[in-house]
């Protein structure tokens, strides 16, 4: 760069199209995982795996999260290449996510080639890799992605790139949806796994490489120094006070109640409400109406992404108006009956319905336990208790993955929308635990002043889950 070089973040402002095209890399983790979790029980069901894989496979999903983003957070923070910091950990996860999507789209045909007479051992092998190595590639890009934005933008307009990434997530979720919604994968020689994924990979390989090349990174200068994000966690814990509890126990109630519907949906749809069939040996006529569900279930998905696009700018407004509290306890009640209705409804339309409130209430306990641990944390400990937050948010999963995905599976077998019914009853208990919050109105005095600042950059080191 020449003399007059000014680096990015040290501008007054950036334009419009250079923020978006900093920002293009967040849709990827969006796209990812929105299809990830999508088709993991339709490619596992077509494969014969059982629960007990299933359940282990997610679990392992759980944990790369958990120690993965952090790891990779402390490395790049002290990294000291002449290209930056950021953008080689995208572009490591960016080849690896490239070679998973690709094992997984192509698991049958790879395990075929490898063994003619007998391959479904190869092809479950190669499905249940490509499934890990895209959480470790998953892992590696999103966390850098998503803090570069925050490295390279000017002071002036973090708030307006936070905005831009939540656009990103609410249109790339409608987006990614919609495609398996349309069956488009028709109009190819590809199956409705392949074509999305190979859709999903396209997108995502063009936003990582646009937000590689419009973003130039400052290389670092001193080493800074650095501390073990698990003891750091350890800390955080330790100073948990009873307001943090609490909301981080309805938090743990809500993560219990939905994560069996992002696994589940897709199957419930293909094999209980269009009667399909998906394993190798099925009939095509099964697997199409199995395909039918499927598309079925991810046009529910975009209704539910496009309610949580919308009610995204009004949430805070109605809390404000009706109250935090009432707010949680209403949205967490209305997706306990919603869950219920899976275990008696059977009329494909009432699902699309259905979504709408469940469209409202991941909003709520997406955004509301965070909201609440920003408002009683002092700013320099806040990526802490937000990293805290996430590890309720993890262990929550697994206490569905394990309890209900592989525990009551067992006494319903083949039924996957009893097991999204069954988790109504942790959504009525984050309701009832809702009377117990405390919602402060002001963060603690003694940090106000420097809390607008530097609240926005701490935000951004929460890790992401599954």
């Not at 490395?75 to 000291?80: N, Q, V």
Request: glycine share 8%.
């Amino acid at each position: 760069m020449g003399d007059d070089w000014v680096p990015l973040c040290k501008r007054e402002r950036l334009p419009l199209i250079h923020v978006l095209g900093i920002a293009a890399a967040t849709l990827a983790g969006t796209l990812l995982w929105t299809i990830v979790f999508a088709l993991f029980n339709p490619l596992a069901s077509k494969l014969y795996l059982s629960n007990t894989v299933r359940t282990v496979i997610l679990l392992m999903g759980s944990l790369i999260g958990f120690l993965v983003q952090p790891i990779v957070g402390v490395i790049s923070d002290g990294l000291m290449m002449r290209w930056g910091r950021r953008r080689i950990f995208m572009i490591i996860g960016g080849l690896f996510l490239t070679l998973a999507l690709f094992l997984m789209m192509f698991c049958v045909e790879i395990g075929t080639s490898i063994n003619k007479t007998n391959p479904l051992g190869a092809q479950q092998g190669f499905l249940i890799f490509g499934m890990i190595l895209t959480f470790f590639a998953g892992n590696i890009l999103q966390g850098p992605a998503r803090t570069l934005c925050s490295d390279v933008c000017p002071p002036q307009q973090q708030v307006l790139m936070s905005s831009i990434c939540g656009v990103y997530g609410g249109v790339g979720g409608v987006f990614t949806n919609l495609i398996g919604a349309l069956s488009l994968y028709q109009y190819t020689s590809l199956t409705q796994e392949q074509f999305i994924l190979v859709v999903c990979l396209s997108i995502s390989f063009f936003c990582v490489m646009l937000t590689i090349f419009v973003t130039h990174e400052e290389p670092l200068e001193e080493k800074p120094s650095s501390a073990n994000p698990f003891a750091v966690l350890y800390r955080a814990m330790k100073e948990i006070n009873s307001t943090y509890f609490r909301i981080a126990m309805v938090y743990f109630m809500a993560m219990i109640a939905s994560y069996q519907i992002g696994i589940q949906l897709t199957d419930f749809m293909g094999a209980v409400i269009f009667g399909g069939n998906n394993e190798l040996n099925a009939n095509p006529e099964d697997v199409e109406l199995y395909q039918k569900g499927v598309s079925w279930a991810m046009m529910c998905q975009v209704v539910s992404c496009g309610v949580q696009f919308l009610y995204g700018f009004v949430n805070s407004k109605v809390c404000d108006i009706i109250g935090l509290k009432w707010v949680f306890f209403v949205t967490l009640t209305l997706l306990g009956v919603m869950y219920l209705l899976f275990f008696f409804v059977k009329n494909r339309i009432a699902y699309i319905i259905m979504h709408v409130p469940i469209g409202v209430a991941v909003v709520c306990y997406n955004n509301l336990p965070p909201a609440v641990v920003t408002l009683i944390t002092p700013t320099e400990k806040l990526g802490a208790a937000l990293a805290l937050l996430n590890c309720f948010n993890v262990i929550g999963q697994q206490v569905s993955n394990f309890g209900i995905g592989m525990g009551v599976a067992k006494a319903w077998p083949g039924k996957p929308g009893h097991l999204v019914g069954i988790s109504c009853i942790f959504a009525f208990l984050g309701a009832i635990l809702c009377f117990w919050l405390i919602v402060p109105e002001s963060k603690p005095k003694d940090i106000e002043d420097i809390s607008a600042t530097d609240s926005d950059e701490s935000s951004s080191d929460q890790p992401a889950a599954l």
